[in-house]
């Protein structure tokens, strides 16, 4: 394992730091417990959002603390979500009296985490409610699993939820808005390498020279199924048909489309693939009225990518566009 | 070991040991249908125990309670809620009692099961915790003797339910993405169970009563 | 190799088809020969800016153009410098009647293409001025060598010289601050591992397990040695020293500092080298005043960092801070 | 082959030949001790060329002039440029003339490799087609006897600077930034010199004059 850090149970620690230096007027990070949260938090009257989760999926969440955006991430070790301490420790740095929406994806581990937090803060008499993002249709739904993973939906929701918080909406309307984004949005990935966590020092599974993974987690978890390497028109089409087919999207539909590097790829190869996406959901007669393409919600240094297709409404629009001043989001401001 | 609060620290103490002594072996089993991080998960809950040891409290219920809150505090991931719930509904179970008996022993590992499949919602059969942990209760409370004994047919129980585990496909946590993918492997939580039951039917031999 | 591509001979075409289908708001792409674009372009009255070069180090340069940076940029085949038609009918899309800076990055094949398309322009009664970046310490820069490597500091360059321009610098201000800028900045990087070129379809080159090349270029070369794997508190060191030293960089200095992922290095372990960084600048009595961290002048998949110490003024700031609103680089606009 | 356009043309197309069977051996060259590209972006521009040979032109001149401007538009990278100037160069010495000499090919290899020096700035010994160029031209102008023979010559002399290259260290180029590592491997440029100057031979076999 080559890695730039100096010792596997202090990456995470270590990483914050060089955050923090590095954009000290959007955020400021603490330790014990770890949370990143808004330079100029709490925003007095504003609805708290907070999300979190396992690092390695960087910008996600922590470069998306900021005006516009999140108010706090909870970053736990990687892969690994964080403690209830740790979003207590947010909920106290960010309440800013307007209630908290914690945006949870959907994990075992994540889940039951935020869901003892929010006991707690509740206790506390904060008004807390937790959406929970299932967005990769790679994942079975049934009463009988552990349901959906949240994956790359999960960034645009934190816009567009972030968005309207800024914006004036109250708790009720943040948590209506959630909902309807989370109903709204479905994903899908896939790995051409596998990556390596820290602490285990080795790939956390093995591709052939000439294997895909299709259906492939955020965690270095395996996804659905190996196939054969293919071209990339082809492996676009894998990823997106089931996506379209699963809410259905249909002709006429006005989407954001999202194009996810899961670490590795570059640029060039993910604008191509996004290239494709366009051309496929316009022969469809999908109209993308928005699109965003870069690492976003990755999984350390994997190489793969993964496509988000996002039904959107005037209003979902208007708070995607609303301005935003993140780490790794920005514009308008 | 003693049945007070100094044999349950000791008790306690010889689990992180194993934990520590298996840390790459859960690892592996969760590498195989997981994300490779339950090993180092519970090393990190463990090791931290340890440091909140000492003078922890002076009855089994009171050293179970910050055994579960600091794992609750440390180990992130599904196992830490699923392990500190357990801790916790075993801790209250003992409420004040200064020394474990058999039955003690028995209703405390229920109520922890029954926290477990409260929070998680698992049944027997989705390759879970709750797959070492069900026949664990069963055995010991079928068993009779000392609190030895007791919790020695707990680990028997719970080391033939983790190899039980291998051939199921997951319906719970993590591995359930695997779908049938995840036939074939040991659940990682399950071998973790069994570990620590053994540990403490270890450190229990030869305690009385 | 596994790529997300179809077919390598098309790489950079088709990608360019998904960047203009991103961006359309910002860039438009022409092809035959390929020009990446302001939208709005040409800017009657401003200094036009231009770059260019090989592809596969996105988001340089493409990711650049827009308003406050580039008016266009030049993309050649991934690492291959592109040819004069390339960055004359650049010259043509954005020339707005006050003159064209052309920013090349030092190599023996893009000094030359655009040195030919220079000749052209100016022939066609065009002001073109041409400054060349050369800020990489790992190379010998003698009469008896093609002289320094343009890297990381390209970036800044651009942002700077790019919000000049915007800002209403005339052409004569335009090259004198991008020489200043030029003679201020000093880059370092190493390689974790290697890239793989499209049309190659092997690694550039083979590093072993333990093995880091340090002084790497962002074309796949080889770099100046080879060195066992450190920590990263003595790799940002090895790094960092012969930059500091070089200009050299002094107690009191006031600099922004870039740390630069060359692809396929993950932001949690970035992060980590720069807060390792600011700490070393700060033993040294340097002042950070900004940063930039991320993969902005990349080597396709390429994992390994560089970093980047610009020696800043307020005129440099100034321009730093200005509104830019492009693919990759976007603040107050 | 004649010694007159289509001639050229003829000796074109056998060189857009050898540069497709030897492109893999060009990137490996390249790979060593440059990026990988050398033998892709010739045979781009060969391909390119080779779609513009048709009716090129009526002189000698004509056909490697409109060579050189689809080489510099379409080659990219160090080479372009200075392939595209060694054929501009080549053509302008050529002039109107319908008909090649020996004494006219030796004069405009000669100003080729002037062109390349020109607007490379490498001297001999820098490890680039240069070293394979000046022992060309050097030695077409000791040969006598017919076109083909001159260039057999040149040839002959640019296989013998390629492979001189080997042991030199770059100073110029993408292979100067290697230093000392540059040492043992052949130049790309100068190998793709030779391999150019080789097919203009073959194909001027048996040609009069
Ligand atoms: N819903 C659940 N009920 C009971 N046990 C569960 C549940 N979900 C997961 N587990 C247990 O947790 C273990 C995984 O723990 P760990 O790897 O530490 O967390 P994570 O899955 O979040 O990475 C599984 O092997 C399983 O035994
Ligand atoms: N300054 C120079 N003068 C003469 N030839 C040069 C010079 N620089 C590079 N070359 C030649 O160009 C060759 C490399 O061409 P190519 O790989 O196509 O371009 P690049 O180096 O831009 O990738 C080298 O092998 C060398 O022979
Ligand atoms: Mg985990
Ligand atoms: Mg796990
Ligand atoms: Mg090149
Ligand atoms: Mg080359």
């Known amino acids: ?333 | 070991m003693t049945c007070d609060a100094t044999g349950v620290i000791a008790a306690i103490r010889s689990a992180a040991a194993v934990v520590d002594e298996h840390r790459d072996e859960l690892v592996d089993l969760d590498r195989e249908i997981g994300d490779a991080d339950h090993g180092e998960n519970l090393k990190r809950g463990f090791t931290a125990v340890l440091s909140k040891l000492d003078n922890a409290g002076d009855t089994p219920g009171a050293v179970l309670k910050v055994v579960a809150s600091t794992l609750i505090s440390t180990v992130g991931g599904a196992a830490g809620p699923l392990y500190g719930t357990a801790f916790l509904r075993a801790a209250a179970k003992l409420g004040t009692t200064g020394t474990l008996t058999p039955e003690s022993v028995v209703d405390a590992l229920d109520a922890a099961l029954e926290g477990v499949v409260a929070r998680g919602k698992a049944e027997a059969g989705d390759k879970t915790m709750v797959d070492a942990l069900t026949p664990a209760v069963a055995a010991a409370r079928a068993a009779s003797g000392s609190v030895a004994d007791v919790l020695k047919a707990a680990a028997d129980a719970a080391d033939q339910g983790a190899q039980d585990t291998v051939p199921l496909v997951a319906r719970k946590g993590r591995a359930s993405y695997l779908g049938e993918r995840s036939a074939g492997h040991m659940d990682p939580g399950a071998r973790s169970t069994a570990l620590l039951l053994r540990a403490f039917a270890d450190a229990a031999q030869g305690a009385t009563p």
């Open chain 1, 1 to 333: 394992m080559k890695k730039i850090i100096n010792d596997p149970s202090t990456v995470v620690e270590e990483s914050l730091r060089g955050l923090a230096a590095a954009h000290g007027d959007i955020l400021k990070v603490r330790t014990e417990p770890a949370v990143i949260y808004r330079a100029d938090a709490p925003v007095t009257g504003k609805v708290a959002v907070i999300s979190g989760g396992g690092s390695g999926h960087e910008p996600l969440h922590g470069g998306f603390v900021g005006l516009g955006m999140l108010d706090a991430a909870a970053p736990g070790p990687v892969f690994t979500s964080p403690t209830p301490d740790q979003v207590q420790a947010a909920v106290e740095h960010v309440d800013g009296g307007a209630g908290v929406l914690l945006i949870v994806k959907n994990y075992t581990g994540d889940v039951l985490n935020f869901e003892t937090a929010a006991e707690f803060a509740s206790a506390d008499g904060v008004d807390v409610r937790t959406v929970v993002i299932d967005d990769d249709v790679a994942v079975k739904d049934s009463l009988y699993t552990a349901g959906r993973r949240g994956v790359g939906g999960t960034a645009l929701l934190e816009k567009i939820v972030g968005g309207a918080a800024e914006g004036g909406y109250n708790l009720d309307e943040c948590e209506a808005l959630a909902r309807r984004v989370i109903a709204s949005v479905r994903s899908m990935g896939v790995a051409l390498t596998a990556c390596t966590v820290p602490h285990v020092g080795e790939p956390s599974f093995v591709l052939e020279d000439d294997e895909i993974e299709i259906g492939i987690g955020i965690h270095g978890e395996p996804g659905r199924r190996r196939v054969p390497h293919q071209p990339a028109d082809q492996l676009v089409r894998t990823l997106l048909d089931p996506v379209l087919e699963d809410l259905p999207f249909a002709s006429g539909d006005r989407v954001l489309l999202f194009t996810n590097s899961m670490g590795g790829t570059p640029l060039v190869e993910l604008y191509l693939a996004h290239g494709i996406a366009e051309r496929l959901l316009a022969e469809r007669g999908i109209t993308v009225e928005r699109r965003l393409v870069g690492p976003y919600v990755t999984s350390l240094e994997m190489q793969g990518m993964s496509l988000t297709v996002l039904k959107v409404d005037d209003e979902m629009l208007r708070w995607w566009d609303a301005p935003v001043r993140t780490a790794a989001l920005r514009w308008g401001a």
